[in-house]
């Protein structure tokens, strides 16, 4: 290239000439080319920066000599608060106007801004605050109408509710009064027939059965019963009476009188006049009510059904032979399927320790029974229980236990097994009639009717007297709600509800006093009259709560059995081995006392409590383990064959292990513990229970209602949530202003860290806070996957606004060149993206390790994808970081509104960054695809390693 000594001309205006160039290249939109005037002080041309060469007379000052990015070189660019509508004008902005460095033209202000001449930008910071106020009054409607639309719907059901019982009582009160205007007269006619038949009988023979029924004295049951299979009808009274025809025409009345007011009870509730029998009447009244749909109609069918059982019960107090056989073959009752849980040398080993806490159980729980599970602490009564309902993780068991005396597992019935564990695990944020109805919407038959549902929960409802506080918040920790008494009832209730076939309760009446327990029985021995297999651990009972079980499984410490069989029987049993109970002592406190070894045993007995499990055993014959062999040998009354190895009575061993052996050990049990998890969740059993529950998509319905309510409930922590962020979008925005030199890098990273932040720990408290919940509800056969999908659609809301809570502070204050609606899906993709982790992180971790994980994860991935990508390691793992493919894609969507003069400094920059302006599209699927993911390991972990 010809260097440029010779015949030298001036670089014309509107070009740039670099140097070793021999011809011009014109600038680009958005500079400012003029000619260049020489300063004689410095020897600079203006308002360039290049000198002319020294002895150097051939050379004057032209256009401009360079064109690079806006850090090397700056003076070509139309300068901030001018605008160059060509590359030789430069004009400065005018009043109600702003230009940006390198502008064309100047951009028109926003009405609210104030704009003043060579304006560089505009302030719409008054937008950013109508912004927020405008989505706060959109959030307090939504909330405010969402709580008033609940308030008003619990409202207008609870009317419903009372008018409806309101009616039911007053139909029952009138049914009382036709009843007690039938007795009487019937009262009166049997009297006057038996008069009558005394004074006629000379005229008319009598059958004598007619007249042994007619004369002998009825009581009110036997006459209702007779009046159901042999109605007295007039023609039969005529044929009787051959008296005068007054007498017998007053006669005949009376009896018609009396079969209108039998057949006026019998109507339906709606008072209307019909002539078929009561039979008929029933069925054809119940599937209509069941088709019933208003609120009003299913509470008037359900509390008349419930009036209807009240009268039942007081009927069967009285019953005749006649009328047990009829309740017995009465068809309209639901019938539960029984379950029987047989159990045959039962021992449970604790892997880690080899320790056993169960040993040598064998017997039975039947149904309809309520079975106590007695015993001191240490005695195994909760392995015991969780054995039963194959919840015994961590434990090698050996031993039979049967099904219906079939083995199968139990976990193929679980859709009709209740298990009640010893915490009060349910939802404080929900009220009691809210946690009964979604427990009995997702665990009752999907065909069965609504209004049986209904009739369902209110039933238990009004079983365990919590009619009074049944709309009322159960409460949390930090929010009072219902007593703790009345929290215990909804604990059992939520299994009632399910109307199961067996129920395992743990400790149901720890911290009940005793009228709340003795509720608390009664309703469970409603259940047990249905057939439903009942078993509870209970701490030293009152007496009068003793009796109202049925059996008694004792066990000793160690898990050994000491007495099982009936409650009845268990005074007799002890007497026989000479313990016996002193005067005025409770006897469950007694037998715990002995077996603790508190208590000697007061009379003649010399047995000491250590051999009242091996007396069990050779009561009713069953093996004696090898350990236990000798001492029976001592009793004289077992004959020791060979003795086995010997072990402690705990069935420790001692096996000195090295630390590494120890350790690999321990290891080992983990994993195997992992694994029995793992094949549980994946490996469903068959299931046998021949109920088929609401599917996934029913069960997402419920879940959706019950998470929306807890939501609107939680309005405040969600009100302080966007407040936080609301100051973090002002902090930020304001600290860091939009460079043209970096197109806005480092608001937008610091944007994806504190967003990043914020969004993981408030979306840590949506699974986080329900853990125990999740497993109660699993357990019992509802859906995760349901359970899950409603989590993460509620939390959706939080994902499309907190977006904008951010902007309405951060853009307005910034005011970048990329539009609000493309900082708006970035960051939308970002939380959605973020959220899923946190689920990940709430879902594998405890609350503080989750919170650690969530502030720190942000930091570092942030520091990463920043970093120079000189090495390719960190290029690799870069492109595995969330915040390298939000931050390309702020960056992206901010440098394509850069045109012109703007071009080099773009094109250095992204490629400098690694970034392409032609990637925003796949930014935003990457971001998508990773809050899928992250959603996906997060559900994984949820059915495989979450229980503890």
């Not at 290049?50 to 256009?63: A, E, I, R, S, V």
């Not at 119940?286 to 009003?296: A, I, R």
């Not at 407040?723 to 197109?743: N, P, R, V």
Request: charged letters at 20%; glycine letters at 6%; proline letters at 5%.
């Amino acid at each position: 290239m010809p260097a440029r000594t010779l015949n030298c001309e001036a670089c014309c205006e509107g070009f740039f000439c670099p140097h070793g160039i021999t011809c011009m290249i014109p600038c680009p939109l958005g500079s400012y080319c003029p000619s260049a005037v020489l300063n004689n002080s410095t020897g600079v041309c203006e308002p360039y920066l290049y000198q002319l060469p020294p002895m150097q007379p051939n050379h004057t000052c032209g256009g401009a000599n360079i064109w690079a990015d806006i850090s090397s070189s700056s003076e070509i660019f139309c300068s901030a608060g001018s605008y160059c509508s060509t590359i030789t004008k430069r004009i400065p902005c005018s009043s109600g106007h702003y230009c940006r460095m390198g502008a064309t033209s100047e951009q028109r202000c926003f009405k609210l801004s104030s704009c003043d001449s060579n304006t560089v930008t505009q302030n719409i910071q008054a937008y950013g605050i109508m912004l927020i106020a405008a989505l706060s009054t959109l959030l307090l409607i939504i909330y405010s109408c969402s709580d008033q639309v609940l308030t008003t719907r619990e409202r207008r059901m609870a009317k419903s509710r009372e008018a409806a019982a309101r009616s039911v009582r007053n139909t029952a009160n009138a049914r009382q009064r036709w009843k007690d205007a039938k007795d009487a007269a019937k009262k009166s006619a049997s009297g006057l027939q038996a008069q009558l038949s005394r004074t006629f009988t000379r005229k008319k023979d009598i059958d004598p059965e007619e007249i042994r029924i007619l004369n002998q004295p009825t009581t009110e049951t036997k006459i209702e019963l007779f009046s159901h299979s042999h109605p007295i009808t007039s023609p039969m009274i005529g044929s009787s009476y051959a008296g005068p025809k007054r007498k017998g025409k007053e006669a005949g009345d009376l009896m018609q009188i009396m079969n209108q007011v039998e057949n006026d009870a019998n109507t339906s509730s709606n008072i209307l006049a019909e002539t078929e029998t009561r039979a008929k009447n029933v069925t054809a009244r119940v599937p209509k009510e069941k088709q019933l749909n208003t609120h009003s109609q299913i509470f008037k069918y359900a509390y008349a059904q419930l009036e209807k059982e009240k009268a039942q019960q007081e009927e069967n107090k009285n019953l005749t032979f006649s009328g047990v056989i009829s309740m017995v073959t009465k068809s309209e009752q639901r019938k539960r399927p029984l379950i029987e849980i047989s159990f045959k040398d039962l021992t449970l080993t604790l892997k880690a320790h080899n320790k056993l806490i169960l040993r040598c159980v064998t017997g039975k729980i039947k149904p309809g029974r309520i079975t106590a599970v007695m015993g001191p602490s240490g005695a195994g009564k909760t392995t015991f229980l969780s054995a039963i309902a194959g919840k015994a993780f961590g434990c090698k068991v050996t031993g039979s236990i049967f099904v219906n005396e079939k083995n199968e597992s139990i976990h193929s019935y679980k859709k009709i097994i209740g298990f009640v564990p010893q915490d009060d695990i349910v939802h404080g944020n929900l009220t009691v009639e809210e946690n009964f109805r979604f427990s009995a919407l997702c665990r009752l038959p999907a065909d069965l009717p609504k209004p049986e549902k209904v009739l369902i929960v209110e039933r238990v409802i009004e079983f365990l007297g919590l009619q009074s506080v049944r709309n009322s918040l159960v409460g949390t920790v930090e929010k009072r709600g219902i007593s703790g008494g009345q929290r215990k009832r909804v604990n059992v209730g939520l299994e009632m509800v399910m109307e199961p076939s067996l129920m395992i309760l743990d400790e149901p009446t720890s911290g009940l006093d005793s009228a709340s327990s003795q509720l608390l029985l009664r309703a469970l021995r409603r259940e047990a009259l249905e057939g439903v297999n009942i078993c509870m651990v209970v701490h030293q009972p009152s007496y009068a709560l003793f009796n109202m079980f049925d059996d008694l499984i004792l066990l000793a410490k160690g898990g050994l059995t000491v007495y099982h069989g009936s409650v009845k029987k268990v005074e007799e049993y002890f007497a026989d081995l000479g313990i016996n109970i002193p005067k005025r002592i409770n006897p469950p406190d007694y037998f715990i006392d002995i077996l603790e070894g508190i208590a000697v045993p007061s009379g003649s007995s010399e047995v000491s409590y250590k051999e009242l499990p091996l007396r069990w055993m050779l009561h009713n014959g069953y093996p004696v383990p090898p350990d236990m062999q000798q001492n029976a040998a001592q009793l004289g009354m077992f004959e020791t064959a060979n003795p086995a190895r010997e072990k402690d009575p705990d069935g420790s061993s001692h096996e000195e292990r090295s630390f590494v052996g120890e350790l690999w050990h321990d290891v080992r049990n983990v994993m195997e513990l992992k694994g029995e998890k793992i094949r549980l969740n994946f490996f469903k059993s068959k299931d046998l229970s021949e109920r088929k529950t609401p599917g996934i998509f029913k069960q997402y319905k419920y879940f959706l209602i019950r998470v929306g309510k807890q939501r609107l409930r939680e309005s405040k922590i969600q009100a302080i949530d966007y407040l936080i962020l609301l100051l973090a979008g002002a902090c930020l925005g304001s600290l860091t202003k939009a460079s043209d030199q970096t197109f806005g890098a480092a608001g937008y990273t610091y944007t994806v860290i504190a967003v990043s932040l914020l969004c993981k720990i408030s979306a840590l408290r949506s699974f986080s806070l329900d853990k125990l919940h999740y497993w109660r509800e699993s357990d019992s056969g509802m859906s995760s996957l349901a359970y899950f999908l409603s989590k993460d659609t509620i939390d959706h809301f939080n994902t499309v606004i907190k977006p904008v809570v951010y902007l309405s502070m951060f853009y307005f204050f910034t005011y970048p060149r990329s539009t609000f609606a493309d900082n708006y899906i970035v960051l939308l993709c970002l939380v959605y993206c973020v959220t899923g982790i946190a689920y990940a992180f709430a879902i594998l971790f405890e609350p503080g390790a989750a919170q650690l994980w969530s502030v720190l994860l942000p930091v570092v991935f942030t520091l990463i994808a920043t970093q120079p990508k000189d090495s390719k390691f960190l290029k690799d793992i870069a492109y595995f970081c969330y915040p390298r493919w939000a931050l390309e894609a702020f960056i992206i969507a901010n440098a394509e509104r850069y045109h012109g003069v703007w071009l080099l400094t773009r094109c250095g920059s992204l490629l400098k960054s690694g970034y392409n302006l032609h990637d925003w599209g796949l930014c935003i699927s990457i971001l998508i695809l990773m809050g899928v993911i992250a959603r996906t390991v997060a559900f994984f972990c949820m059915l495989t390693f979450l229980k503890k």
